[in-house]
């Protein structure tokens, strides 16, 4: 996997959450949801190594994890910053932070999947936006 793969699939994930959530799948929704923001910090770590390749397991086991924030803190203080910029894009931030790969066990209701994708997807304070400036 590389920068351009997680970049791909984090548009992918983001695209399946909507399908989903139109059709009434708030569960998958909320779950693809994060996975797409999941995808999209790898990508940011990607572009941090040699030639834009995901570090190879063996060499780092760090960022290898499921857990959004310890991942955005990897990426940097500049994307922190960026979270805290404004009030929409910090309370969009503690909404996506919520959510782990644990979710996909997880019961959820439609406004919980709405607000999730919501908080991602904003085109003026979503986290997804904050995340692009890195990738």
């Not at 708030?26 to 779950?31: D, Q, R, S």
């Not at 019961?107 to 304070?125: F, G, M, P, Y």
Request: net charge positive; with cysteine; aromatic share 10%.
């Amino acid at each position: 996997m590389n920068r351009s793969d997680f970049q791909r699939l984090a548009r992918i994930r983001l695209r399946e959450a909507r399908a989903l959530l139109s059709q009434g799948c708030h569960e998958g929704a909320y779950y693809l949801g994060g996975y797409g923001v999941e995808c999209a910090l790898k990508a940011c770590l990607a572009k941090k190594t040699r030639r834009y390749d995901f570090p190879d397991r063996d060499a780092t086991n760090k960022y290898y994890v499921h857990n959004l924030e310890k991942l955005a803190s990897m990426v940097g203080p500049q994307l922190a910053a960026e979270f805290d910029n404004t009030i929409g894009t910090k309370a969009n931030w503690a909404i996506v932070a919520q959510w782990t790969h644990e979710s996909r066990y997880a019961l959820r209701t439609k406004q919980e999947a709405e607000n999730l994708i919501k908080a991602v997807s904003d085109r003026r304070e979503g986290v997804l936006r904050c995340i692009r400036r890195h990738w």
